[in-house]
């Protein structure tokens, strides 16, 4: 059974930081396309950033978030990580870690797998 659980969040100012973590059991990292996504209220759910974990990572940023945010990942721990920095207000909502089998999508409607959310304020 795939299980996707993320924790991290919290609540920071303009201009902040934070990382987030995605734990994946009942599957491999380095078999799975991982993906990024957020969603604020009112909002659809937005795409973050998607990577493809294996021998050459193949990785895509939306462009609202380039420079801004890094992705990694942990293969011991089968954990990947959001590293999200110089927060914005726009960037506040729950971030959503997901999973696929195939490339690399920035379609939420592709991924097969879901976390709970963990949940981003930024305060002004």
């Known amino acids: 059974q795939v299980q996707l659980v993320e924790s991290g969040g919290g609540l920071v100012q303009t201009g902040g930081s934070l990382r987030l973590s995605c734990q994946a059991s009942g599957l491999t990292l380095n078999s799975y396309t991982m993906g990024w996504f957020r969603q604020a209220p009112g909002r659809e759910r937005e795409f973050v950033v998607t990577?493809?974990?294996?021998?050459?990572?193949?990785?895509h940023y939306a462009d609202s978030v380039a420079g801004r945010f890094s992705i990694s990942k942990n293969n011991a721990k089968n954990t990947v990580y959001l590293q999200i920095s110089s927060l914005k207000p726009d960037d506040a909502g729950v971030y959503y870690c997901?999973?696929?089998?195939?490339?690399?999508?920035?379609?939420?409607?592709?991924?097969?797998?879901w976390g709970q959310g963990t949940q981003v304020t930024v305060s002004s």
């Open positions: 990577i493809t974990l294996g021998v050459s990572d193949t990785l």
């Open positions: 997901a999973a696929r089998r195939g490339g690399i999508s920035a379609n939420s409607r592709s991924y097969d797998y």
